[in-house]
């Protein structure tokens, strides 16, 4: 069964784990000096939160997180159907996590992700020019985008 996923830029990482514990009445199962991430059932979600150079304050993308290879595959075909540029992503290191990914942005420019993840890593990691994908999207509003290309 598919997830939401949804990942917001915070100011304060501590105070925002606390107002989001709160709300969701469950502590974050991944916490580092940059990033927590929640993995609720009640909502079905994956919401991390980030703070520093990897955001920018507010939602920075929706995503569909499968727990397979096979609904990755699914998920794929949708977004191909979409009549939408895709950005194939394939294996990456991004928000502590191994994972299988591909990016497309709606319409009016919000970007969604659909990835699979099958491993922990021990650090943020990157992403490619999501900038590629809308003409609305600028590098500095992309949340796992490397210092130098941000700067570019």
């Given amino acids: 069964m ?10 304060d990482l501590d105070q925002s784990i606390g ?3 709160t709300l969701f009445g469950a502590d974050p199962i991944v916490v580092k000096p940059d990033y927590a991430k929640w993995m609720l059932e009640d909502p079905r979600v994956n919401f991390a939160i980030s703070v520093g ?8 993308h ?5 727990e397979t290879a096979e609904e990755l595959s699914e998920v794929y075909g949708r977004l191909r159907a979409a009549d939408r540029p895709v ?3 394939g294996r990456t290191t991004c ?9 497309i942005a ?3 420019g919000v970007v969604w992700e659909a990835f699979f993840t099958d491993g922990e890593a021990t650090t943020y990691g990157d992403s490619p ?8 999207l600028s590098e500095d509003k992309c949340c796992c985008l490397p210092t130098a290309m941000k700067a570019a």
């Avoid at 598919?2 to 100011?11: F, I, S, T």
């Avoid at 150079?53 to 920075?60: D, P, R, T, V, W």
Wanted: one cysteine or more; glycine letters at 8%; aromatic letters at 8%.
């Fill in 62 to 66: 929706l995503g569909v997180q499968a």
């Fill in 87 to 89: 950005l194939d992503e």
């Fill in 106 to 108: 709606d319409p009016d």
């Fill in 53 to 60: 150079q990897h955001s920018h304050k507010g939602i920075q």
């Fill in 95 to 103: 928000c502590y996590a191994k994972s299988e990914k591909s990016w």
């Fill in 19 to 21: 107002f989001y514990s």
């Fill in 2 to 11: 598919k997830r939401l996923h949804v990942h917001v830029g915070v100011n």
């Fill in 129 to 136: 020019a999501l900038g590629t994908l809308s003409d609305s």
